[in-house]
């Protein structure tokens, strides 16, 4: 076999220039260095945290204390002996389990109303509430007594019904005055989830109790589609047949609300315990 002779290896550096890839012909600025540095300081941007909704921020919450713990157990004390049993639930879960008991164990609406009465009644000495009717109430055309309680009631009754404040409201007299309470989204309406416990045992019996027993006229004004209440104290409820909160429909989350539509294949036009 022939041997073939070996050709030395050479390599040859030429001096001309790289041809630039012609996608660089068309942006000639991307191979300035000021642009390689500007892209290399480019760094993610952090994700944004989740928008909240305006129902979760707007809502107040109110934290209760210790002397809202002691309103809350001195009331569910008088249902207990209004009821004639106990709940098993601790804080407010077992005083609106009473409530219910106390709605069941009247024969009708007129008893439920008058057993809330009494416990409201229960829940002061006598003759407090006695003088306060003889003594205060005549006071400036009843303006000062009505006053008065609307104060008391923002004060003293935020663990039953949650955020609260006095508010003015117009009396009949053509003048206006700061005895009015606004609640905001009413605790007990929300948790009993029942149009005839908001009217049985908190709206009727509260007008009666400080209309006969401290000779305050109230009005309270429940909005069943946002949980709100406004109470209206100096001012006369009307009559029963011109009430439209007695004629409201069940609440949607009433649990027992959408069953009996089915059942009667048709809206309930009138909670039936109201």
């Known amino acids: 076999m022939k041997t073939l002779p070996l050709r030395p290896l050479t390599i040859s550096f ?3 220039p790289p041809r630039p890839h012609p996608f660089h012909k068309l942006h000639p600025q991307l191979q300035s260095p000021r ?10 941007q952090p994700q944004a945290p989740p928008i909240k909704r305006e129902s979760d921020t707007s809502r107040t919450e109110y934290k ?3 002397l809202d713990d002691l309103f809350l157990s ?14 098993e639930k601790p804080g407010y879960d077992g005083l609106i389990e009473l409530v219910n008991h106390l709605m069941m164990k009247g024969k009708s609406s ?8 009494r416990i409201l009644v ?7 509430l006695k003088l306060y009717k003889i003594l205060i109430s005549p006071l400036a055309g009843g303006k000062i007594a009505a006053m008065m309680v609307a104060r008391v009631t923002a004060l ?3 663990w039953l019904m949650g955020p609260c404040t006095v508010n003015s409201v117009d009396l009949p007299d053509g003048t206006s005055c700061q005895s ?9 309406l929300e948790e009993s989830k029942c149009v005839g416990v908001c009217i049985n045992t908190c709206k009727l019996p509260t007008q009666t109790f400080f209309k006969d027993y401290m000779g305050v006229p109230l009005l309270m004004e429940p909005n069943f589609s946002d949980y709100s209440c406004q109470f209206k104290f100096g001012i006369l409820p009307p009559l029963p047949k011109d009430d439209t909160t007695l004629k409201e429909p069940c609440l949607d989350i009433c649990p027992t609300s959408s069953g009996r539509k089915v059942a009667m294949n048709s809206n309930v036009e009138q909670c039936p315990k109201a």
């Open 14 to 16: 030429s001096s001309s």
């Open 35 to 44: 642009f390689r540095v500007l892209c290399s300081s480019i760094q993610p």
């Open 64 to 66: 209760p204390g210790v």
């Open 74 to 87: 001195s009331f569910r004390n008088k249902l207990v002996q209004e009821v004639g049993l106990d709940s």
């Open 110 to 117: 007129s008893d439920t109303r008058d057993a809330a009465i």
């Open 122 to 128: 229960s829940l002061f000495p006598p003759l407090v």
């Open 156 to 158: 003293t009754c935020q």
């Open 180 to 188: 009015g309470v606004f609640v905001e989204r009413c605790k007990y």
